[in-house]
Structure formats: C-alpha cells, structure tokens
Nanobody, 126 residues
C-alpha cells in the first residue's frame, strides 16, 4: 500500500512561482514512476508531468513545458513540481500519482497509475 500526501499549494499572482511536494510512504519509492495531474471543476483530469524511477527522464504536457519542472529525491521519498511563470489557467487541484508496477515507462494516461494523493489546490490570480 502506498500513501501519497501533497503539499505546497496556495494562492499566487500570475507570473509567480510555487513548489509542490508529494511525500510517499513505502520502502520502494525508487521503483515507482511518479507523475502530476491536475483537474478543474467540470473538466477531465489532465496530465501535467511525469518522471522515471531514477529521475533521469522527465515528460511534460505542452501547456507547461518550459515553465514547470518535475524532480524527485529518492532518499526522501518525495517528488516535486516546481511551477514558474504561473498563469490563471494553471488554477486547478494538483494530484500526485504513482505507478508501482515497476516495469512501465512514464505515461500521461491516468489508468497507468495505481495510487493517488488527495490533491492540493493551486489558485493563480490575474
């Protein structure tokens, strides 16, 4: 069983920055592919970023490429999402997700992640 706890959300002005953290339980965090998704009311949850087990490969949605950076610290069982140049359209609940299967590559598809956090609200004012 894996528990994911997000933190770091809040209210920020457009152009500002936030760093989200996701702390994971379990002794095999380094075996998990990790990702961030986000969701706004009435819309489907969408892929934001993903990172492979070692942290050496990262993947981004086109809408955040160049502004957001995903990283991980396997010694701390934590994955991060550094968000810069925030825009009002980045307002959403951000979810951390883990693929614990141990054999898949990072994916943008929700169904390939088997554990999810509760989410943290990010609000960007114009």
């Amino acid at each position: 069983q894996v528990q994911l706890v997000e933190s770091g959300g809040g209210l920020v002005q457009a152009g500002g920055s936030l760093r989200l953290s996701c702390a994971a339980s379990g002794r095999t965090f380094s075996n998990y592919v990790m990702a961030w998704f986000r969701q706004t009311p009435g819309k489907e949850r969408e892929f934001v970023a993903a990172i492979n087990r070692s942290g050496g490969s990262t993947y981004y949605a086109d809408s955040v490429k160049g502004r957001f950076t995903i990283s991980r610290d396997n010694a701390k069982n934590t994955v991060y999402l550094q968000m810069n140049s925030l825009k009002p359209e980045d307002t959403a609940v951000y979810y951390c997700a883990a693929d614990s299967t141990g054999f898949r590559r990072p994916s943008r598809f929700q169904y390939e992640y088997d554990y999810w956090g509760q989410g943290t609200q990010v609000t960007v004012s114009s």
